[in-house]
Structures are given as structure tokens and as C-alpha cells.
């Protein structure tokens, strides 16, 4: 059988648990032996046992003499579990397929290096780009210290966000909107500006009919201006952290509210920035910004943002804002660029998936 489809199956498993395993990457394993499949295993949340792990465990003594496919290079090293090359190698597997290397500076090519010593062949690179691009939020994390950022926002056929009155309700269909839903499972928190929470007070949770994970809530508030009143300080459904500037003369505390905190930055500097490293800190490996066309275009401007996600209705509207607003690109040469991932109908609405270019 092509090594390829049993990657491909690896890379299915990972994808199963997408949402779930953050700060940790999403991995699969396939335990093969003369075209049978013996094991399999995908990593299903951070402190827990590795898809390798369920892979050889399901796979027991007969991993004698097998192959192993696994979507990222097995970890070296030992943090909240063991490291899984020791078991690759006490289980006497033959050969281990690879399809990306782990950035990771703890991994980065250590764990292949250990197998080999151990006299264990390596295959690397079998489907080598659709693995990168599963993990692309992980990749991005471990790189630059700060977490994967996806735009998402919904806009009339004509580019605009709201009416020229900031009416925005509704946009786009019932369909769209339960597939931002599924969006928010899968990410570690979510992030608006003040504004959106003054004007329509969201939730910000995942409400979907089998339920669902709901995301830590972020608001971008630089003069303190998020009321005791909203619902993402009263309805203790999630984590919320509002980010100010050190400098606000505001005294409200939310004290009150133990799932409420507030983190205060610096003038000097980038406020965007500092909150992103900030989140990082926090092990925030994913955000998803549902802001309105400020936020969006301050993290565009910035060089912040790395995907995303828009709905456009069959609708016209004529005035009102639009997803990205700046008045100091005056040739196209300027303008930013992004390459489409995906397009697909939902409902009466089309989703547009793309990924910023960015130069490393």
C-alpha cells in the first residue's frame, strides 16, 4: 500500500481532535505490519497520552517489526508525558514514517536523530505540506511567540460590515452563523473591541445544538469602558480578559466576577502587540477576532493577522464600513495580499478562507 494512505488516515485522526489539544499541536499515528493495520491514535488533549502512544498500545506486541506513520516528528523529551521515542523503540517498530519536523527547539529534529541512533529506519516528508498546514497555528506559535490569528467577519456582496448607522444584524443567513459557531469551538479564545460590546453586548460563546467549547473571551478596551452590566462579565460562561492601558484614569474593578480579569499595557509600544505576547503567555495558541472593521484593519496595518474567514450575503447596501479601512494606500502595489484556502456556499452566503502573505 502507498505510504500515503496511511499518512492520510494519520492525518485524519489529527484532524479529529482539532480544537482540542492547544498549546499542544494535533497529531496522528497509524500502526501498520504487512498491509494491516494494528494501532491507531491521535494526540486528544494537552496532558494526555500522545497518538503514538495509542497507536503502539492498541498495537501491543505485534508493533514488532512494524511501521509507524505519524504526522509530526515524536517528541524527545519528557513534560507533562514521557517522551515517545523511548516507547517507538522498546516496542522494536522497523521503520518510522514522518510526515513534518517538530519546530519545537525541545524536538526539532531530536527525535528523529534518537530513532535513527537506535537504528530505526526514517522516512520523512509524506505528505509533508498538508501536515505544515494542519499545524499551521502550532508552527506559528512556537516561531514567533504569539498566538495563530484568524479574522473572521460578515459583509454585504458590496463589502460592507454594517449600515451606515453600525445596523449589522442580520447579514448573512442562520447557516453562516452556526458555521462561526463551529469556528469558535475550535479556537482558545475570541476578541472584539469595546465597541462591540457597547453596541450589541454579545456573549461571545459557542452555541451549537450537541453543544460545544467556548472560547476565553477578550475584549480590547484601552479606556476601561466595558460596563458591569455586559454578559461577558455576568454570565460566567467563560474566562474574560479585558486589556487597558496602564494609563486609564477608570476605577471599575470587576472584582465581583472571578472569571472576569483585566490586563493593563503600556502606551509605549504596540497595544496589540503586547496583548498577543501577553495571551501567549497564557498558553493562547489560537484567536479568533470578530471585531468590527477598526479591530480588523488595526491588525491587518499591524501585520497581525494570518487568515481569514468571510461571509459575504447576496445583499447591497449601498454606505456603511468595510472590512478594511485605510486612507494611506494610494496604489495597488500597497495593498495587502492574501491566497485563497477554501471557497464554499453556506446557506444563501459564500465563505471566503484565505491566508495573508506575510514575508518571514
Given at each position: ?150 479574522l473572521k467577519a460578515a459583509a454585504t456582496l458590496d463589502g460592507r460590515l454594517s449600515t451606515q448607522n453600525g445596523d449589522s444584524k442580520w447579514i448573512t443567513s442562520a447557516a453562516s452563523r452556526t458555521d462561526v459557531h463551529h469556528l469558535r469551538h475550535t479556537h482558545d479564545a475570541i476578541l472584539v473591541g469595546v465597541q462591540t460590546v ?163
Open positions: 500500500m502507498d505510504p500515503q494512505y496511511y499518512m492520510r488516515l494519520a492525518l485524519e485522526l489529527a484532524r479529529s481532535a482539532q480544537g482540542q489539544t492547544s498549546p499542544n499541536p494535533l497529531v496522528g499515528a497509524v500502526c501498520v505490519k504487512n498491509g494491516r493495520i494494528l494501532g491507531t491514535g491521535a494526540h486528544l488533549k494537552a496532558g494526555t497520552p500522545h497518538a503514538e502512544v495509542h497507536a503502539l498500545a492498541m498495537a501491543g506486541t505485534d508493533s514488532i517489526g512494524a511501521d509507524l506513520y505519524v504526522t509530526l516528528e515524536p517528541c524527545a523529551h519528557t513534560g507533562k508525558t514521557p517522551p515517545c521515542t523511548d516507547l517507538i523503540i522498546s516496542s522494536e517498530i522497523q521503520r518510522v514514517f514522518v510526515a513534518s519536523i517538530d519546530p519545537n527547539p525541545s524536538v526539532n529534529g531530536t527525535g528523529i536523530g534518537l530513532l535513527k541512533a537506535a537504528g530505526i529506519e526514517v522516512i520523512t516528508g509524506i505528505l509533508q505540506e498538508e501536515a505544515e498546514q494542519l499545524n499551521q497555528a502550532f508552527f506559528h506559535f512556537i516561531r514567533y511567540g504569539k498566538p495563530y490569528v484568524t457597547l453596541h450589541d453586548n454579545p456573549f461571545l460563546t459557542t452555541r451549537l445544538p450537541h453543544g460545544g467549547k467556548n472560547p476565553i473571551r477578550i475584549i480590547l478596551d484601552r479606556h476601561l469602558r466595558t460596563p458591569k452590566t455586559a454578559n461577558v462579565v455576568t454570565d460566567g460562561a467563560a474566562e474574560t480578559i479585558i486589556f487597558t492601558l496602564d494609563s486609564t484614569e477608570s476605577t471599575t474593578t470587576f472584582s465581583d466576577y472571578p472569571l472576569v480579569s483585566i490586563e493593563r499595557i503600556s502606551e509605549n509600544g504596540s497595544f496589540l502587540n503586547e496583548a498577543l505576547k501577553r495571551l501567549a503567555d497564557k498558553e493562547i495558541m489560537t484567536l479568533f477576532v470578530e471585531g468590527g472593521s477598526k479591530v480588523h484593519s488595526s491588525f491587518i496595518n499591524e501585520g497581525l493577522a494570518d487568515e481569514l474567514y468571510l461571509y459575504m450575503a447576496p445583499k447591497l447596501i449601498g454606505n456603511g464600513a468595510s472590512l478594511f479601512m485605510d486612507d494611506t494606500r494610494n496604489l495597488m502595489a500597497e495593498g495587502e495580499s492574501l491566497r485563497f484556502l477554501d471557497v464554499r456556499q453556506i446557506g444563501d452566503d459564500i465563505r471566503l478562507h484565505a491566508r495573508f502573505l506575510k514575508e518571514d
